[in-house]
């Protein structure tokens, strides 16, 4: 089959060209010259590079925000996760229950009712005043809360996705669940769902603009406060939308990268 | 454990199991003895795996009850983990742990149950590779392994435990025919140097080479049992002839 199919190609070249050319990817290629031309204004426009340095101040805050609550939903999605899967129907039932939950509602209503109704009302039962914890912190804990819930269906398919034979093997050598888990079903696991995880991180990137409503000054937010009294709309938000293209252009691209080095380890 | 001499190492007494209202295992019994060669063979569906995974308590007998060395198979979970020690077990599938070499495959449980440090686990490893034969693909992972070879390395890993018994669960089914032979060398040296072993396997050559006993299951039960002679010369039941008949050709 492949070697007939070689043939064909080598004696109509004209075929392999035009193979060639649907096979390039110009989705690339149209996107970084979409960045580019953009670049090329913020470079030589002044009104654009007074916008573009006023977003940049809130990168910091993008960047760690979606660092810190990543990290912190990978530990929460990893225990519920692993709930998830739990002999123990009490614990079982306990990370279903958070998570059709979290599942079942929108995520800015989310991050509303986490920062304003349930830290406070934490808080408050800890005998801490209402404004002891500060909107960056209660952003992160809504990112983290949420985005646990998600994580943690990631990893219950990955651990699904491990055959049962293996935890057998691992028992019948007299390791205990928690060690064949351990050292036999998550390493597995995890490296299986590593592009999921990927692909969740990019979602979180995005989805810290969310945060702008509490007031934290991420990109959106310091966006949205520069447009309020220069009125420039246009300017501000094409080069806004070009910060989170960038960014996802470039996070996806590493993660692509990181993913052919650890299958070429095998 | 010191035990008096007539204690079998493997007692299985009125076991029933049911999968739903299915009956997989129906009051089996069955001894084995120190240092016996058993092999079991029946059509599929006749409950073969189900008892030598009750064994290791893999599966959790619904009635009856099962001595392995003295120690009562339970629900106690420190009487299933001493029992698992001894027990070691060959699956069909090899079931190596992919994500690890083929050294690390065998000096995992060493470590994290026996609790033998890496240098002891390693040479206990090596010694045991050159037994199976393959020490030169230690630092290979199981994937870049034939399927005789990965079996032989399963094997390997259950050896690692010094276990009294070795349980066999159709092992050179899921290999080329030119793979097999390995294997079963392998298993027949195991058995030359005296390991209790109970081998599900419709392999004529080990039953004829190896095998004390064949018991013959069908539907949940045990319907016969005896020395290879007889019951591949000459069985007894109307179901074994039939099955022998499509097995033997
Ligand atoms: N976990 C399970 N749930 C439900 N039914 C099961 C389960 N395990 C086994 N069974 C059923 O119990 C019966 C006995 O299964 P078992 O695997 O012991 O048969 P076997 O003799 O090993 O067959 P084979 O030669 O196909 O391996 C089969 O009918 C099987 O479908
Ligand atoms: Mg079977």
Redesign the interface.
Known sequence: MAIEHDQIMASRPGVTWRTGLAQFPWWFLIITSIITIMALRIIFDPIYRDIFTTILQGLGVTLYVTVVSFSLSLLLGLVLGLGRVAKNPLLRNLAITYIEFIRGVPMLVLIFTISFAVVPLVARTFGLPNNAVSLTTRAIIALVLIYGAYIAEIFRAGIESI?R??M?????????RV?AMR??VL??AI?NVLPALGNDLIAMLKDSSLVSVLGVREMTQVARLSVSTSFRYEETYFILTLFYLTLTLILSLLLQVLQRRMRAK? | MSQPANQPMILIENVSKYFGSFRALDRVNLRVEAGEVLMIIGPSGSGKSTLLRCI?H?EVPDAGRIVVDGITVSNN?AHI?AV??E???V?Q?F?????LTVLENIC??QQ???RRSRQESEQIAWQLLEKVGIPEQAHK?P?QLSGGQQQRV?IA??LA?QPKIMLFDEPTSALDPEMIKEVLDVMLALAAEGMTMVVVSHEMGFARNAANRVVFMDQGRIIEQGPPEAIFGDPQHERTKLFLSRILH
């Open positions: 055959g034979g293996q057998e093997a691992a028992r019948s050598l007299g390791m205990s060690q050292y036999v390493p597995q490296r095998g | 290791n893999l979970e983990n698992r020690a027990v070691g077990m699956f599938r079931e190596l742990f992919p994500h995992l449980a994290k149950v026996r992972h994937g399963a890993r259950s435990m």
